[in-house]
Structure formats: C-alpha cells, structure tokens
T-cell receptor, first 114, second 113 residues
Framework: NAGVMQNPRHLVRRRGQEARLRCSPM?????VYWYRQLPEEGLKFMVYLQKENIIDESGMPKERFSAEFPKEGPSILRIQQVVRGDSAAYFC????????????FGPGTRLLVL | QQQVKQSPQSLIVQKGGISIINCAYENTAFDYFPWYQQFPGKGPALLIA?????SEKKEGRFTISFNKSAKQFSLHIMDSQPGDSATYFCAASISGGYNKLIFGAGTRLAVHP
C-alpha cells in the first residue's frame, strides 16, 4: 500500500505566478489535510477536505489560496500570484475512515518563490 | 488558547542518554496528544500518542508522560541513538469528525556517538 504521495517535491516559481500542489491520499483514505511549514517552524493547519467537500478552511489565507479534492484524482492546493512569503514546505496528510486522529503525512512539496 | 508551546528548541544528547522534550497547552478541550518525528526532507511520521485518561504511555524506547492538571506532556527517549537524530513535534487536537492538529514549534535533537 503506497503512502501519501505529493508532487512535485520541489517547485520554483517567480513572484506573480501560480503554484499547483498535488496530493494523492493513501488507498482507501477519503480525508485530506493540508499543512504549511515555514522554515524553522512547526506545521500550521490550512484546510481539511473530504471528497468534493471543503469541511474546514479556517487556516487558509483569505486571498490567493484555494483547495479542492475532486471525486476523481488528487487533492490540489492552488496558490495564485505567489509572493516570497509563500515559500514554505506544504504537507498533506490523509486519514482512514473512522480514525481521524491517525494522520499519515506525505513527503511534502517545497515551494520556493523567487 | 490554540497554542502548543514546545521546549527546548534544540537538544544535544550523548548516545545512550535520555532525551526529554516538553510541551504545554492551554485549551482544556484538547484530548489527543501525538508526537511526530521528522527527518530532513521528509514528512512527519507519527511516533506515539496519548489521551488524557492515562498519565503515561510507553512504546519501546519512547514514553509519553502526561500531566493533566499542569496541562503539560513530555516525550522521553531512553537509550538515545544517533539514528534518533531528527526534529520532534508535539501536537494537540480535539477529537471529533476530524482532527485539526495544532503543532508545537519543534525540537531539533542531535544524538552524538
């Protein structure tokens, strides 16, 4: 059973461009969390999604950030018009049905904004 | 109230020694307290977790001690090994339909041979 997959692993964007980060949860998992980790800091919750539904986006910046988890395909975290402050590691985690506290993390996408 | 405070920021321990990392929280609604281990370039991996109904949980060389009245919990790594060198994060959450983890800032542990 493959773990949580994220791609790309590294992403370089210039200011003003768009960044798309993908997350494929573990097989059988339909719950996805996105967290952001700034350099030398802990992870900060961004958003929690179930298939086709955003359940909690309380940690998402109000502008430029959006997330989706379509019926088919990976979850996508989209950052429009990136700025240097968006440079961070973005992790997604998935949890199995009935075990919301057991979160398995992917390897992360390291975004660098030039 | 949503914060989890973790200390120390960094820790150096000799091989075979005991590593101790501490966390404190304010929100008494938290009822799930996991510890994660993260190696450079990797995602965090769940190490061990505890709920407030017990004061201690042990898994191999890793032990969580939990003090509900003080709102503190700690990770003890016995017989620390160089392979334990990593960053450790405590976290807390409120159980429900989903678990929004609130992480501490992390402790960078280095175990010297």
């Amino acid at each position: 059973n493959a773990g949580v997959m994220q791609n790309p692993r590294h992403l370089v964007r210039r200011r003003g461009q768009e960044a798309r980060l993908r997350c494929s949860p573990m097989k059988g998992h339909s719950h996805v969390y996105w967290y952001r980790q700034l350099p030398e800091e802990g992870l900060k919750f961004m958003v929690y999604l179930q298939k086709e539904n955003i359940i909690d986006e309380s940690g998402m910046p109000k502008e430029r950030f959006s997330a989706e988890f379509p019926k088919e395909g990976p979850s996508i975290l989209r950052i429009q018009q990136v700025v240097r402050g968006d440079s961070a590691a973005y992790f997604c985690a998935s949890s199995p049905p009935g075990q919301p506290e057991t979160q398995y993390f992917g390897p992360g996408t390291r975004l660098l904004v030039l | 109230q949503q914060q989890v405070k973790q200390s120390p920021q960094s820790l150096i321990v000799q091989k075979g020694g005991i590593s101790i990392i501490n966390c404190a929280y304010e929100n008494t609604a938290f009822d799930y307290f996991p510890w994660y281990q993260q190696f450079p370039g990797k995602g965090p991996a769940l190490l061990i977790a505890i709920r407030p109904d017990v004061s201690e949980k042990k898994e191999g060389r890793f032990t969580i001690s939990f003090n509900k009245s003080a709102k503190q919990f700690s990770l003890h790594i016995m017989d620390s090994q160089p392979g334990d060198s990593a960053t450790y994060f405590c976290a807390a959450s409120i159980s429900g339909g989903y678990n929004k983890l609130i992480f501490g800032a992390g402790t960078r542990l280095a175990v010297h041979p």
